[in-house]
């Protein structure tokens, strides 16, 4: 598990596991609810190009941590080959998508997408 994902109040927090914090220099993201657009799980991500890492980490196709910029996107990654991911959509943030690793994907899809 890559991520640790919590819905609290009217916030969503994202806290990367052990390593992943250092490999993806990030220690957690908090996002109001108002902010995301919604969720998706998507198995396929993966398999595409993710553009120029700034800064982040990209392990022989198997996992990615940090921040990822394609055609004027900033994308948070952290997720590896062998997870579900959750891809989730923002606005008004410092990333217009999110794409985690998270051992219940499907659960907090919902939750994600029944915020409103």
Not at 88 to 106: F, M, P, R, S, W
Request: glycine content about 6%.
């Amino acid at each position: 598990m890559s991520n640790k994902i919590t819905l609290k109040g009217n916030k969503m927090i994202v806290e990367p596991s052990s390593l992943d914090k250092i490999f993806s220099l990030t220690n957690k993201l908090t996002i109001p609810f108002e902010h995301i657009n919604g969720a998706t799980i998507d198995k396929d991500i993966v398999h595409t190009y993710k553009g120029l890492k700034r800064p982040g980490l990209s392990v022989s196709g198997q996992k990615w941590c940090g921040v990822f910029q394609l055609d004027g996107e900033k994308s948070f990654w952290n997720v590896s080959k062998s997870e579900t991911p959750l891809v989730i959509t923002l606005n008004h943030e410092k990333y217009d998508l999110l794409v985690l690793g998270i051992e219940n994907a499907n659960e907090i899809e919902k939750l994600i997408n029944n915020l409103y």
